[in-house]
Each structure stands twice: as C-alpha cells, then as structure tokens.
C-alpha cells in the first residue's frame, strides 16, 4: 500500500468498545478488531481491558434522532495458561467474541452545528490467517479513539473522541507471546493511548500481527499480543478442529 492509503486502511481498521454502566452509558473504552475466520465474524481484543464482564459493547454508528447505538457483547471468551514447572493458571491477555455474520460498524464524521452525519464509512473486516509474524522489513501501524467524551446535542447523546492512527513501527522483537514494536517518535505518555489496547497491529501488506497491549515510555516501545500464538482458541470457536 501507499502511505496514504495505509493510512486510510488503519483509520479504518479497528472497531471501538464501550463499556455500559447501569445506565447503559459509556464509562469505558477499547479497542479491538472484526475478522471474517471459517465463515464466522469475530470480534478480538485484550482481556485486560474487557476481561469477561457482559457489559461491553461495539460502539455501532450514530444515528440523528437516536444519539449513538451500540451493539452488547454479552460474555467475553477469555483464557488462562499454565504448564508442567508452573501448574498456576496466569490469565492471557486475549479475548474474543462471535457476532452475527452480518455485522458491520461504521467510523463517521458528524456536523456538530446541526448533528449530521457528513460522511461514513464501513469499518474493515480482516480475513486473516492467524499464522502472520512480524517482518523485519515491514513497517507497522495501529488506529484507536483517544481522550473520549460524551457530549449531549439537542437531546441526542453522541459519544466520540479522537481518533489516531499511528504508523511507521518498527518490529523489535519477540519474547513470549508478544511481539515489540519501536515508535517512530518519543513515547508521549500513557494518555495518548489510552483506548488503544486491543487494536490490531497490521503491516503495510494489511497482515493483521498481533493486538495492542501496552507500551515504555521510557524505551518509546509499544506491544501487542500474538493473534498466531492463540489461533487454536478461534479454531476450537469455529468447530475447526480434528
């Protein structure tokens, strides 16, 4: 892809979670992407930021007259790992949830003088392998909502935030299962990022990596997940098993 286009490809690559409280408004969010695996749609993100409560939501589209809609997960899948030398089960930041096939989310600029919807766009559905590594000679990127708000216009309550695309990563390396990555600037602090976890971490080829988890402002590193190193959980999901 061309720069501009990666650009257009990350601005479009992850969906936004909210979590709901008892009023079912926002009081959270997320980050996390749709795939299209074996014929289902699945939503995939971190376990630190969802975890397995029922309370979260994809944040749909807005809609004039209705304020903005979501879409209730329910149940998040999550997992834990142990092995012979350390039988303590030590949760694995991961998660994932089936939606109905047809489900598509939209990023949307709106007018905020009247509350109109001045344009919308699908965003993408990944078809990964789930078998993609990094590449040392690729470049990297990732896009997710940062420092939210919910604003109220003329009765319609519409939750929104800015939303970042950062791009030109640099793969580092891979300890466990979770692949590093070299921001191309000084790490500006946690807040800038905060929203971002669960983000897909794509190359310029649009290979989906790994997912969003955390990063060193002292090293200027962020770090995602391996999606490779929890493909069998998806498979077990989609019945693909021997």
Not at 10 to 26: A, C, D, G, M
Not at 76 to 98: C, G, I, Q, R
């Amino acid at each position: 892809m061309s720069f501009s286009e990666l650009q257009m490809w990350l601005w479009l690559s992850s969906v936004q979670l909210v979590r709901l409280n008892e009023k079912s408004l926002p009081a959270g969010i997320a980050s996390g992407c749709l795939i299209d695996y074996l014929g289902r749609r699945i939503l995939l993100t971190v376990s630190h930021a969802t975890g397995d409560q029922g309370n979260w939501a994809i944040q749909q589209k807005y809609v004039p007259g209705r304020g903005t809609c979501n879409y209730q997960l329910g149940a998040m899948n999550f997992l834990a790992k142990a092995t012979l030398s350390n039988p303590t089960l030590e949760d694995v930041d991961f998660s994932y949830v089936e939606v109905p096939s047809s489900f598509i989310a939209y990023r949307q600029e709106i007018e905020a003088s009247d509350n109109s919807v001045k344009s919308e766009k699908p965003i993408n559905v990944h078809s990964p392998s789930l078998l993609d590594e990094p590449d040392n000679s690729e470049e990297f990127g990732f896009c997710g909502m940062v420092m939210p708000s919910a604003e109220n216009h003329f009765g319609q309550v519409y939750f929104g935030g800015e939303i970042r695309v950062y791009d030109q990563l640099r793969f580092l390396r891979t300890e466990d299962d979770y692949h590093f990555f070299k921001l191309p600037f000084s790490h500006p602090g946690h807040d800038h990022f905060k929203g971002c976890s669960g983000a897909p971490i794509m190359d310029r080829s649009g290979r989906l990596v790994a997912l969003v988890c955390g990063g060193c402002q002292h090293t200027s590193e962020v770090w995602g997940i391996s999606v490779k190193a929890y493909k069998t959980p998806i498979d077990i999901l989609v019945g693909n098993v021997s």
